[in-house]
C-alpha cells in the first residue's frame, strides 16, 4: 500500500522538475505555474486509477497538505481570493478522507498495515494543523478566510477521534475474523484501549506540536514588526537629515543671494557716482564753452562798435 503511494509520489516529482519545491516527500507546484492545471489533472487520474482505500485514504490527506502549502504560496504572491480557495479545497480533501476512511474496515489489510495507516494520517493531520494555524495568525489573511481556518483548526480533534474508532474498530474486526474466544476479546479490547491512549497521547504530541508551531509564527510576526518598526524609524532618521540638509542648502542660497543683492547695490551706487561725475564735468565744460562764448562775443561786439567809430570818424 504504502510502497504504490511513494512510487505515485516519485512519479508526480519525474514531472514536475523544477517547478516544484519540497517539503520533505511531498512536492508542491506553484499555483500560477503553467503546469499547475496539469499536476491537478494527474491527481485526479491517480485518484481515480486507486481502488484500495487505504491509499485513497493517504492521496487525499497528500492533497489536502499540498492544497494548504499552495494557498501559503498564494498569500506569498499577493492573492488572498486563491488563497481561500485552496483552503476550501483542502477541507473538500479532508472531508474524502473520512469518506474512505469509512470503507478500511472492509478491507483486507492486516493490522501492521492498519498501524502504518494510523500513524501516517495522524502525521498528515498534525501537518495541516500546524500549517493551518500559521496561516491564522498572518496578517495578510482576510478575516472571513481567518473564519474558516479556524473552523478547520477546531475540526481536527474531531477528526482525530473518528480517526481512533475507526481503526479500533477495525482492528477488532480484525481479531472477529480471526474468531477469537472470550479471552481473546478482552485482549483486542486492551489493545484497542492501549490504542486509544497511544492515539491520545499521539494527539497531545500533536497538540504540542501545533502550539509550538503557533508560538514559532508568534515570534516570527514579532520580529517582522520589530523589523518594520526599525526600518520605519530609519526612513524617519533619513527624512530629517534629508530635511535639515535641504535647510542649510536654502540658507547658503539666501545667503549668497544676499551677497549678490549687496554687491549690485554697492555697483549701482558705484555707477551714479560715476554718473555724477560725468554729469558734473560736463556742466563744467558747457559753463566755460558758453563763458568762452560770451567773452568772443563781446570781443566781436567790441571790435564792430571800434570800427564803427572809425568809419563815423
Same mark, same amino acid.
Given at each position: 500500500m504504502i510502497k504504490r503511494?511513494?512510487?505515485?509520489?516519485?512519479?508526480?516529482?519525474?514531472?514536475?522538475?523544477?517547478?516544484?519545491?519540497?517539503?520533505?516527500? $511531498? !512536492?508542491?507546484?506553484?499555483?500560477?505555474?503553467?503546469?499547475?492545471?496539469?499536476? =491537478?489533472? $494527474?491527481e485526479e487520474a491517480t485518484y481515480d486509477i486507486t481502488t484500495d482505500f487505504s491509499d485513497k485514504v493517504l492521496l487525499q490527506e497528500q492533497y489536502a497538505e499540498k492544497r494548504l502549502r499552495e494557498a501559503e504560496l498564494a498569500i506569498e504572491q499577493g492573492d488572498p481570493a486563491a488563497a481561500k480557495k485552496l483552503i476550501q479545497e483542502?477541507?473538500?480533501?479532508g472531508e474524502l478522507m473520512e469518506e474512505n476512511l469509512a470503507e478500511v474496515k472492509k478491507t483486507d489489510d492486516d493490522i501492521e498495515e492498519i498501524d502504518a495507516l494510523e500513524k501516517e494520517v495522524l502525521s498528515y493531520i498534525a501537518k495541516r494543523t500546524e500549517i493551518l494555524k500559521s496561516l491564522l495568525v498572518r496578517d495578510d489573511i482576510p478575516e472571513d478566510a481567518k473564519k474558516g481556518i479556524q473552523r478547520a483548526?477546531?475540526?481536527?480533534?474531531?477528526?482525530?477521534? !473518528?480517526?481512533?474508532?475507526?481503526?479500533?474498530?477495525? =482492528?477488532?474486526?480484525?481479531?472477529?475474523? *480471526?474468531?477469537?474466544?472470550?479471552?481473546?476479546?478482552?485482549?483486542?479490547?486492551?489493545?484497542?484501549?492501549?490504542?486509544?491512549?497511544?492515539?491520545e497521547k499521539e494527539r497531545?504530541?500533536?497538540?504540542? &506540536?501545533?502550539?509550538?508551531?503557533?508560538?514559532?509564527? *508568534?515570534k516570527e510576526r514579532e520580529r517582522a514588526e520589530e523589523k518594520t518598526e526599525k526600518d520605519r524609524e530609519k526612513a524617519e532618521e533619513a527624512a530629517?537629515?534629508?530635511?535639515?540638509? &535641504?535647510? !542649510?542648502e536654502r540658507e547658503r542660497a539666501e545667503e549668497k543671494a544676499e551677497r549678490d543683492r549687496e554687491k549690485a547695490?554697492?555697483?549701482?551706487?558705484?555707477? *551714479?557716482?560715476?554718473?555724477?561725475?560725468?554729469?558734473e564735468r560736463a556742466e563744467e565744460k558747457a559753463e566755460k564753452e558758453r563763458e568762452r562764448a560770451e567773452e568772443k562775443a563781446e570781443r566781436e561786439r567790441e571790435k564792430a562798435e571800434e570800427a564803427a567809430e572809425r568809419a563815423e570818424e
Open positions: 503511494i511513494t512510487g505515485l509520489t516519485i512519479g508526480f516529482s519525474l514531472i514536475l522538475g523544477g517547478q516544484a519545491f519540497a517539503e520533505e516527500s $511531498l !512536492k508542491v507546484v506553484d499555483p500560477q505555474s503553467d503546469l499547475y492545471d496539469t499536476t =491537478r489533472y $494527474l483542502a477541507d473538500i480533501h483548526i477546531n475540526n481536527q480533534e474531531k477528526v482525530v477521534e !473518528k480517526i481512533h474508532k475507526a481503526f479500533a474498530e477495525k =482492528r477488532l474486526h480484525l481479531d472477529d475474523r *480471526e474468531d477469537v474466544d472470550e479471552d481473546a476479546e478482552d485482549e483486542a479490547e486492551e489493545k484497542a484501549e492501549k490504542a486509544e491512549d497511544k492515539a497531545e504530541k500533536a497538540e504540542e &506540536a501545533a502550539e509550538k508551531a503557533e508560538d514559532k509564527a *508568534e530629517e537629515r534629508a530635511e535639515e540638509k &535641504a535647510e !542649510k547695490e554697492e555697483a549701482a551706487e558705484k555707477a *551714479e557716482e560715476k554718473a555724477e561725475k560725468e554729469r
